[in-house]
């Protein structure tokens, strides 16, 4: 059975910084690029970054290059996104989600997603 | 940077069709996937690549692509379809993810 378990979130104020892990089971976490997706309250997902399965290339959107930092560690199955310099505007839950790629064929293409973690940035 | 528009919402009767539909420029060119996502729970993957099923959805569920614009069609709707439907693309590497902005689908 598949899982990601995500953790880390909380309340923080702006400025600051949070780490949020991920811990992934039932699947070969080290075959697959990895993504975090959040969700403000009451909006629509907005896809944040992603790493490739063997950590060489991360990627990022444009409104948090420079704050925060992707990252994976393939022999704890574990992923993680470093937050700094957090604004009110990152407040939202984070999940974290294995994103179906392109080239994938059968299983492969299936996605996986956390239940998410509430990060609220606020003084 | 590219974006996917979607009608924020849609409406149907039980055991009609819903289409719901996601715009893009660049879609011709990428493989789109398309997501529930129900209040309070994460998002489920329903179509990938345009027009595949994972194992597991039932095959109301269907996608289709012309151009640049592509429809995620929902026959004999269902009281449980009721939900937020989001279309995603992205490019070759996954280097850059984008969703659309979200249906919301109701069941009237």
């Known amino acids: 059975q598949v899982k990601l378990v995500e953790s880390g979130g909380g309340v923080v104020q702006p400025g600051r910084s949070l780490r949020l892990s991920c811990a992934a089971s039932g699947f070969i976490f080290s075959s697959y690029g990895m993504h975090w997706v959040r969700q403000a309250p009451g909006k629509g997902l907005e896809w944040v970054a992603g790493?490739?399965?063997?950590?060489?290339?991360?990627y990022y959107v444009d409104s948090v290059k420079g704050r925060f930092t992707i990252s994976r560690d393939n022999s704890d199955n574990t992923l993680f996104l470093q937050m700094n310099s957090l604004r009110p505007a990152d407040t939202a839950v984070y999940y974290c989600a294995k994103i179906p790629e392109r080239y994938c064929a059968g299983v492969s293409c299936n996605s996986y997603w956390g239940q998410g973690t509430l990060v609220t940035v606020s003084s | 940077s590219y974006e996917l528009t979607q009608p924020p919402s849609e409406s149907v009767s039980p055991g009609q069709t819903a289409r719901i539909t996601c715009f893009g420029d660049t879609l011709s060119q990428q493989f789109v996937y398309w997501y529930q996502q129900k209040p309070g729970q994460a998002p489920l993957l329903l179509i990938y690549k345009d027009n595949e099923r994972p194992s597991g959805i039932p095959e109301r569920f269907s996608g289709s692509s012309s151009g640049t614009t592509v429809t995620l069609t929902i026959r004999e709707v269902q009281a449980e379809d009721e939900a937020d439907y989001y279309c995603q693309s992205a490019d070759r590497k996954n280097s850059y993810v984008v969703f659309g902005g979200g249906t919301k689908l109701t069941v009237l």
């Open positions: 790493i490739s399965y063997d950590t060489s290339d991360q």
